[in-house]
């Protein structure tokens, strides 16, 4: 297996989660935000703090690319959040690597439907973490950046 290993989500409704060299989950939440002028950003400060508590040793963010159709106010503010978790990421010196969806998600032979996100990471992962860190629907960015960084560790290059 790889090593102690931060999965990103990046995005509004995105996700975090460290995964341990055993693939456990050693901690997830979703992305922290803060309002800036009525709009959503990733708050760089929280994220800086809550990843520090980790011994991370590589992350893997999910590379994304503004999506058809989708307003230039929109794809400006996600590549501004991405872009913050970039620098953060950046700064502590963790080494990232990047890994297109439809690469991950067709390994783990998932769709895009977020409730099959969520039941892959209970298979996964157990119904104790399922429970603690994916209580929601809402939490599908949580069980992708946990899956990603699965993925991640499971990659030979690494």
Excluded: N
Excluded at 7 to 35: F, W
Excluded at 39 to 62: G, M, N
């Amino acid at each position: 297996m790889g090593r102690v290993t931060l999965g990103v989500d990046p995005g509004q409704a995105g996700g975090l989660a460290v995964v341990g060299v055993d693939q456990v989950i050693l901690d997830a939440r979703r992305m922290p935000l803060l309002s800036v002028g009525g709009k959503k950003t990733v708050d760089a400060y929280e994220l800086s703090r809550w990843l520090a508590q980790h011994d991370i040793e590589q992350a893997v963010i999910e590379a994304v690319h503004a999506m058809p159709r989708q307003g230039v106010t929109s794809s400006f503010a996600f590549g501004r959040m991405l872009g913050a978790v970039e620098a953060v990421v950046g700064c502590l010196g963790v080494p990232v690597h990047y890994v297109a969806p439809a690469r991950w998600k067709g390994a783990l032979r998932l769709s895009s439907d977020k409730r099959a996100s969520l039941d892959a990471f209970r298979l996964r992962f157990g119904v104790e973490a399922a429970a603690k860190y994916t209580p929601k629907l809402a939490d599908e960015g949580v069980a992708e950046a946990a899956l990603l960084a699965a993925y991640q560790q499971g990659q030979a290059h690494d």
